[in-house]
């Protein structure tokens, strides 16, 4: 509905750069914001989503002159940091990315019923959006491979994070 709507692309867009912004007309934003809302409208527990698309506007609602790189899965430390670094070691180049963290209420499905739930009945998901200059289809695969593993690797290091750090106190 259009609340619910209206209420995803504020948290998309509340902390997005000025460049970020300026590259896009009003109806392109809220085509993000569509394309982005499907692609957070369903994730499995413990789930890290990704994906890869030159945006066009029969598929996405929006065209651009960028790639776009996707992730969805539970906040934790290090996601931010390493996904330029994963990017870079793709030869990938960024331009701008959106990096909101969304409270969210799922069912037992994965489906996504509220955005900004009360806050003992939500959890935090961190969604990025990143755009990188244009590379061919023929690049998707190996790119959402390297990034599922280095975001394989955070939540791996973010998990053990607390134990190791009580243990060098």
Known sequence: DREFFLDFAHLLFEKASVGFVSLFDTEDL?????????????????????????????RHGWKADFTVVEILLQDRPFVVDSMPGCLAS?????????????????????????????????????YELFLVRQVERSRYKAIKKRVR?????????????????????
């Not at 809220?30 to 990704?50: G, M, P, Q």
């Not at 990096?99 to 806050?119: A, E, F, M, N, W």
Request: avoid cysteine; glycine fraction near 6%; aromatic fraction near 4%.
């Open 30 to 58: 809220a085509a993000i914001a569509r394309s982005s809302l499907r692609f957070v409208d369903r994730r499995r527990k413990e789930e890290i989503k990704v994906r890869v698309y030159n945006p066009t506007p029969g």
């Open 149 to 169: 593993d280095v975001l394989g690797d955070v939540v791996l290091a973010s998990t053990d994070y607390p134990s190791m750090k009580h243990r060098a106190v």
């Open 90 to 126: 793709l030869g990938l180049e960024l331009v701008d990315f959106l990096h909101p963290v969304i409270p969210v209420r799922r069912d037992g499905t994965g489906k996504l019923h509220r955005v900004r739930p009360q806050r003992d009945e939500s959890t935090l998901e961190a």
